[in-house]
């Protein structure tokens, strides 16, 4: 990280869940500080990728799914061990919902394999 000239992730102020984690582990990783001049943010609701097809930045950091949204940009790898940080989704039915069989329908269709292929298809690792 400190030999990039330049790394793009989304502006922790923003919220986004991508950007508060990897400024949060740039903290941990005792290097928030040197990074800080090399740090590159892309515009709000923009996404980091771009930033390396314009030459703003060197690498980009940011969700699969976010990164694989901007066309010609390639995926090297991921966050190494204990670094990289999973998001996972989970679906459910509230007890008493007046449409429970119409929700576990939905759940079901999204655990499809049909479903399963679409999530691939945009980043998404289904289980």
């Given at each position: 990280m400190l030999k990039a000239k330049?790394?793009?992730?989304?502006?922790?102020?923003?919220?986004?869940?991508?950007?508060?984690?990897?400024?949060?582990?740039?903290?941990?990783?005792?290097?928030?500080?040197?990074m800080k001049p090399k740090t590159k943010y892309p515009p709000a609701g923009g996404f980091s990728a771009e930033l390396l097809l314009t030459g703003a930045a060197e690498l980009a950091v940011q969700q699969k799914p976010e990164l694989l949204h901007v066309s010609g940009?390639?995926?090297?790898?991921?966050?190494?061990?204990?670094?990289?940080?999973v998001t996972e989704f989970?679906?459910?039915?509230?007890?008493?919902?007046?449409?429970?069989?119409t929700s576990k329908a939905l759940i079901a269709s999204l655990r499809s394999p049909g479903a399963a292929a679409?999530?691939?298809s945009k980043g998404l690792d289904p289980r």
């Amino acid at each position: 990280m400190l030999k990039a000239k330049s790394v793009a992730y989304s502006e922790p102020s923003a919220g986004g869940a991508s950007g508060v984690y990897f400024a949060k582990l740039l903290e941990r990783m005792g290097i928030a500080e040197q990074m800080k001049p090399k740090t590159k943010y892309p515009p709000a609701g923009g996404f980091s990728a771009e930033l390396l097809l314009t030459g703003a930045a060197e690498l980009a950091v940011q969700q699969k799914p976010e990164l694989l949204h901007v066309s010609g940009v390639e995926i090297v790898g991921f966050l190494p061990g204990d670094l990289n940080l999973v998001t996972e989704f989970a679906a459910a039915v509230m007890t008493g919902s007046e449409n429970a069989e119409t929700s576990k329908a939905l759940i079901a269709s999204l655990r499809s394999p049909g479903a399963a292929a679409v999530f691939r298809s945009k980043g998404l690792d289904p289980r």
